[in-house]
């Protein structure tokens, strides 16, 4: 079934809505997600959709639609980037209905980047990289009153 927006994605799901395996990534739990996601050596990490869109399906979908797609249990602080992307998006017309999607949950890299940088400060998108580049390497979710302060400590040497 050819899905065409986030929108219409989340009206036709009915209870878990996928396998907890998604993209190779397992969502079943927050350690193994992390696991999950970590580069192997000479791996390259092209974008971080296992990150990307469950932060803009909580964003822009009611909390049981977002959560029967990605079944992990949210890390802390997670509503520190959620709840200002759901404010920019608002701010900048980004609804569930205009994110296309080119799979099951998924939009392309360019869409995810696109709702990123237009509803997200640039402090933010930084937070936000840094978080996923912590997680692919193996050093696990830092959180992102952490990874703020460790960005504004590092501006002002």
């Known amino acids: 079934?050819?899905?065409?927006?986030?929108?219409?994605?989340?009206?036709?799901?009915?209870g878990p809505t996928q396998p907890a395996v998604w993209f190779e990534h397992d969502f079943s739990d927050w350690q193994r997600l992390l696991q999950s996601v970590q580069r192997q050596p000479g791996q390259q990490q092209i974008t971080s959709s296992w990150l990307f869109m469950p932060l803009i399906a909580d964003a822009l979908l009611p909390a049981h639609s977002a959560q029967a797609?990605?079944?992990?249990?949210?890390?802390?602080?997670?509503?520190?980037l959620t709840g200002p992307l759901r404010t920019g998006c608002a701010t900048h017309g980004i609804t569930a209905?205009?994110?296309?999607?080119?799979?099951?949950?998924?939009?392309?890299?360019?869409?995810?980047?696109?709702?990123?940088?237009?509803?997200?400060?640039?402090e933010l998108i930084e937070t936000l990289a840094a978080l996923a580049a912590s997680c692919q390497s193996g050093g696990g979710w830092v959180g992102v009153q952490a990874t703020l302060a460790a960005q504004?400590?590092?501006?002002?040497a």
């Not at 890299?109 to 640039?122: D, G, H, I, K, P």
């Open 1 to 14: 079934q050819h899905v065409q927006s986030l929108a219409t994605q989340a009206a036709v799901a009915r």
């Open 97 to 122: 209905e205009r994110v296309p999607l080119d799979g099951p949950w998924h939009a392309t890299a360019t869409w995810q980047e696109y709702v990123l940088n237009t509803a997200l400060s640039l």
């Open 152 to 156: 504004q400590e590092a501006m002002m």
């Open 69 to 80: 797609a990605f079944p992990f249990q949210r890390p802390p602080d997670w509503n520190q």
